[in-house]
């Protein structure tokens, strides 16, 4: 029986930052929804490079996977380094049977204008499941007709402009150095019970994180960690994206207390270079363990570069999220000394009801791109499993969920509460859990303490009418 042809996937992986756009992409959800289900439909082996088993020899694997693989398919979204990086070794090594594809927003470099790019649609922390359905077709046609052309087609822009370059795959010597090489890499490993993969590990960890697990998810992402210590040629154990769940599962974690788990988490993102960074994950999780310091009593400081982190990832993002931070932040700044001036004062006041104004703005953007969502969605539900359906409706709603709330948060800093009031019973007739309506509740009572304190620095005064 002939082996199964093997494809080896050239992407980043976890939540990244297209620095260009300013959008951040899970690509853990192209591969498992766009990529993947294909290959193992056709019987195919797939690997990505986290899917390699933590031998210490994860770099050797991955130089056979890019020569030896019967396709590479090379997913260039958020313009990611490493991907282009490896991509080029591919092209350099084999003529043909690479695959180029990208989500359709992608800024392409230069040098990359005059290869084929096959582009996808990507919501940014979820796909679609009617793009999925239609990228699978494409992507299914692309590797049929990559393995049965003949003679193969040259995709490599080196052996399509060097006509003569001769690839080392049928140079002599070369299947002995790759049979050696295999060798080494099998008995490195040996499964004997205590090997797992790093996806299979960071995919606990985030499993860990959505069931509020947090103390376990911090042992999972610390053993990558200290994987990398202990072989540092796992460069992909030093991934932002490692780095960002464990400062989240520390601070969540609150371990041995709180305040210790702060200053932990605080740490850790010092090492993704907390003061220079433009990556909006890591500036607006760093902008929310600042506050908590702050409102944990660890000093106005704490106060100060929270309201520097979330600045920044407003003007990086424009999203209703750091806005809304921003707002609460410098009403926060109202109630310390950090600018005693009166005058001051006022303008953090105006301040913070300007950015929510734009919050209402944004919030309006967003609900109306879910509608037009689900528009598109409505005309494919005769195609689509019903278990693909409710997964997108619940995406749906959890994204309308939090839309709502940040505009009632908007109406009630403004003091326009009857808009506030509708906009959080429209929120209630949304399916969400507890937790989520609770943390909302949470941080309006937290609002509202500032606004009754400083509400007549404006010159419409904030009177509560609860």
């Known amino acids: ?35 993947k289900p294909v290959l193992e439909k056709k019987g195919w082996v797939c690997v990505r490079a986290d899917e390699i088993p933590n ?12 020569l030896n693989a019967d396709v590479v398919i090379a997913d260039l979204s958020t313009t990611n380094a490493n991907a282009i990086y490896e991509l080029g070794i591919r092209h350099a090594l084999r003529p043909f049977t690479t695959i180029v594809i990208a989500e359709d927003k992608l800024v392409y470099p230069f040098d990359l204008n005059h290869i084929s790019i096959t582009k996808y649609t990507h919501l940014g922390d979820s796909i679609d499941y009617g793009e999925a359905e239609r990228f699978h077709d494409v992507l299914d046609n692309l590797l049929d007709a990559a393995v049965n052309h003949t003679p193969p087609t040259n995709d490599s822009p080196v052996y399509t402009f060097l006509t003569n370059l001769i690839p080392p795959s049928i140079q002599n010597k070369i299947e002995n150095i790759i049979h050696a090489a295999r060798e080494s890499v099998d008995a490195a490993n040996v499964d004997d019970g205590s090997s797992k993969t790093l996806a299979l590990i960071c995919g606990e960890a985030e499993d860990a994180i959505k069931e509020k697990r947090f103390s376990d998810a911090k042992a999972l992402l610390n053993t990558v960690l200290m994987l990398k210590k202990a072989n540092e040629k796992i460069s992909i154990a030093n991934d932002p994206y490692i780095i960002q769940s464990l400062a989240l599962a520390t601070y969540k974690a609150g371990e041995p207390d709180i305040v210790t788990a702060l200053n932990e988490a605080l740490e850790l993102l010092g090492e993704l270079n907390l003061s220079h960074t433009n990556d909006p994950e890591t500036v607006a999780l760093a902008g929310s363990i600042e506050k908590k310091l702050y409102e944990n009593g660890q000093g106005e400081e704490h106060l100060k570069n929270a309201i520097l982190f979330n600045e920044r990832g407003y003007f990086l993002l424009n999203n209703r999220y750091n806005a809304i931070n921003l707002a609460y932040a410098f009403n926060c700044r109202v109630d310390t000394n950090l600018y005693p001036n009166k005058e001051d004062k006022i303008a953090d006041m105006v301040f913070a009801n300007r950015v929510r104004q734009r919050v209402l703005v944004l919030c309006d953007k967003d609900w109306a791109d879910i509608a037009k969502r689900e528009a598109d969605e409505a005309a494919r539900t005769s195609t689509a499993s019903a278990e693909d359906i409710q997964k997108q409706k619940d995406y749906n709603n959890e994204q309308k969920f939090w839309i709502l709330v940040n505009k009632a948060e908007a109406y009630f800093g403004l003091g326009k509460f009857e808009e506030y009031k509708a906009a959080v019973e429209q929120a209630r007739q949304i399916e969400h859990t507890e937790w989520m309506m609770q943390s909302f509740q949470d941080q309006v009572n937290k609002l509202q303490k500032l606004l009754i304190k400083h509400g007549d620095l404006l010159e419409t005064p904030w009177v509560f009418n609860g």
């Not at 992986?13 to 959008?23: A, I």
């Not at 031998?55 to 890019?66: A, F, H, K």
């Open 55 to 66: 031998s210490g020899m994860i770099d050797l694997q991955m130089y056979l996977e890019l």
């Open 1 to 35: 029986m002939a082996e199964p042809k093997r494809c080896f996937v050239v992407m980043g992986f976890g939540v990244k930052t297209d620095y260009t756009t300013g959008r951040k992409l899970d690509l853990n959800k192209s591969y498992q929804y766009l990529i």
